[in-house]
């Protein structure tokens, strides 16, 4: 009886150990053919700006709008720290201490959309890098595969550009009221 028992949870487990190494091999498998946009023109890239007209005395005019936004970049040394600080608590707190992607943040928006029954749904995991890539980028769509390519592509970033320059980038682009 106590071998039978044994016996069960012994083929169960290599089981699911062989299903989970295949769904991980067709997962990596579909992950390689995947287009990854390339990065090798992101940090050349321009951020559009609103055309901002001035009279003779140098005042601010009127502002010609792109995209329904008003857009001036500001250095990142002359952005606030308490907006720095604000955004980094809000958005990703684990920010400086990731690699481009959460892992717990991940773990923690799966958990609850699973729970709420919308896994791509309401819970956010994105870090500030992922949201860089996605606005910059993807295309603002909810499928799997462009948080694969979000992910992929956050880590690559980081290994380009500092902290405080995907910082200074999402501030720049990020709508702010």
Excluded: C
Excluded at 137 to 153: F, P, S
């Amino acid at each position: 009886w106590k071998k039978r028992i044994k016996g069960i949870i012994l083929d169960s487990f290599i089981t699911l150990f062989v299903v989970g190494i295949l769904s991980i091999s067709g997962l990596l498998v579909w992950v390689s053919t995947m287009k990854i946009p390339d990065l090798s023109s992101f940090e050349d890239r321009r951020i559009l700006q609103s055309t901002k007209i001035y009279d003779h005395t140098g005042e601010i005019l009127l502002y010609d709008l792109h995209q329904d936004v008003k857009r001036t970049i500001v250095p990142f040394e002359d952005i606030s720290r308490n907006i720095k600080n604000a955004t980094i608590a809000i958005e990703d707190e684990r920010f400086y201490s990731h690699f481009g992607i959460d892992i717990k943040g991940i773990l923690r928006a799966a958990f609850v959309n699973i729970k709420d029954g919308d896994l791509l749904g309401g819970q956010g995991g994105s870090t500030l890098t992922q949201q860089v890539i996605k606005n910059s980028i993807l295309q603002n769509d909810k499928k799997l595969t462009r948080k694969i390519k979000e992910a992929i592509l956050s880590v690559k970033i980081e290994r380009v550009l500092n902290k405080d320059q995907i910082l200074a980038i999402y501030l720049n682009e990020s709508p702010y009221g």
